[in-house]
């Protein structure tokens, strides 16, 4: 599992999925940045299953490559770099059929380009939590 040590899972009344490590912290992310459509992630791969599943998994792959350097943008507060990376996660989960989270990767490509660091702050560990939880439902299938 891709989340925190003792991290679990629970979606809440609003739909919203809750991820709690060991009850010090707190991160919650709309469930839909979760939902994958099917016949959009298809289209981009010619309706063709076998090249749909391997897109999830270079997804994965690559998506496991650029935590490590989205951290090391966030820490750096090096925005434009961060930018770059969220424009990747962008285009990657839009492949696979990822609309809403490729929506809110588009956010964090913007609030990157724009240096709005309030947001990117507000809304980092969120951003990460459901690319985690994105991941873990893929490889869960």
Known sequence: ?????????????????????????????????????????????????????????EFCNQAAEYLPKLEEHFNAEDWKQYAVVAHALKGNSLN?????????????????????????KKEYAGYVQALKALMDELQNQ
Not at 10 to 28: F, I, L, P, T
């Open 96 to 120: 696979i059929g990822a609309s809403n989270f490729s929506k809110y990767s588009l956010q964090h490509e913007m609030a990157g380009k724009e240096e709005n660091v309030d947001f990117i």
């Open 1 to 57: 599992m891709f989340f925190f040590k003792k991290a679990s899972n629970r979606e809440d009344a609003k739909g919203e999925k809750e991820v709690v490590q060991d009850s010090a912290s707190v991160q919650a992310f709309p469930a839909e940045l979760l939902e994958i459509d099917r016949e959009l992630g298809l289209s981009y791969c010619m309706n063709m299953e076998d090249f749909y599943l391997e897109m999830q998994g």
